[in-house]
Every structure is written in structure tokens, then in C-alpha cells.
């Protein structure tokens, strides 16, 4: 049990734990903000259609869902990590939906920062559980081998 603490998790799970309610709170209050100032300037109706909230929602469903299997790699088996990937793979094509909706609704440049994190976010969301399923699954052969 080298180097594990506080209920037999790793020390380095409870620095990302940390970090990642840390994350959380900040895009939370970023959300409160902007959202806030959506509906009051234009309504419950704005708040629909605005591409920074589609991109807010896209960018949650997203970064939850690899935060958590990050976060829970150390802890869970290569198995249950799978099963929680296929499980959350159509939340995270949701989320890519919600980006590349926020890059065709945003009026900035193609070359702008911000529309090219958007299409950052649909390349992951579509492409990293899959990839993930595959390496976990080689990582589980490997275990299995030994």
C-alpha cells in the first residue's frame, strides 16, 4: 500500500480531485456570468439560442466525462472504465453537437481562439471515447498477460 492515503486512494487522486472542484467552481461562476447577461439583455429566448451557452453545456458534457475517467483511473478497473466510457458516449456527442452549433452560431473569425477551441471540443468529444476504449482495452490485454 506504498504511497496510498485517506481511504486507500492514490495521493495524486486527491491533488486532482482538488484541482478539479477548483476547475468546476471557476466555469461554473463563468457560466452564472455570462448567462446572467444573456437573459438580461435578451431574455429566456437569448439564452436558448446563444452560442456561448451551447458552448458552456457542450464544453460541461465534455470535460466531466474525461475529468471523472482521469480521475478514476487510478481507482476502477480497466472494465468498469470502459463500461463508464460507452455509457457517457452519447452525453459527449451531445456536447460535440453543442460546440459545433456554438462555431456556426458565433459570428467571430474561423481563425479566432475561441472558435477553434469549439472545434477542439467536437474532435474530443466524438473521437476521444472510442480511442480510450481501445487503449484501455489493450491496457486490460496487458494486465491480463502478466
Not at 486512494?9 to 471557476?26: D, H, N, Q, Y
Not at 457542450?58 to 468498469?80: D, K, N, Q, Y
Not at 458565433?106 to 466524438?126: E, M, Q, R, Y
Request: charged content about 10%; overall charge positive.
Amino acid at each position: 500500500m506504498g504511497g496510498r492515503i485517506m481511504g486507500g486512494k492514490p495521493a495524486t487522486w486527491w491533488i486532482m480531485l482538488a484541482a478539479g472542484i477548483f476547475a468546476a467552481a471557476f466555469l461554473l461562476k463563468d457560466f452564472m456570468d455570462h448567462g446572467h447577461a444573456i437573459l438580461a439583455h435578451a431574455g429566456y429566448k437569448g439564452l436558448l439560442t446563444s452560442p456561448t451557452i451551447h458552448h458552456k453545456i457542450g464544453e460541461a458534457l465534455i470535460g466531466v466525462i474525461l475529468f471523472m475517467t482521469a480521475l478514476m483511473r487510478s481507482i476502477w478497473t480497466p472494465e468498469r472504465l470502459i463500461a463508464n466510457l460507452k455509457a457517457s458516449y452519447p452525453l459527449m456527442l451531445v456536447g460535440a453537437a453543442l460546440n459545433a452549433l456554438a462555431w456556426f452560431g458565433s459570428g467571430l473569425p474561423a481563425t479566432d481562439f475561441n472558435k477553434i477551441w469549439f472545434v477542439l471540443l467536437v474532435v474530443v468529444g466524438i473521437a476521444a471515447p472510442p480511442l480510450l476504449i481501445r487503449w484501455f482495452g489493450q491496457s486490460k490485454g496487458t494486465q491480463a498477460q502478466a
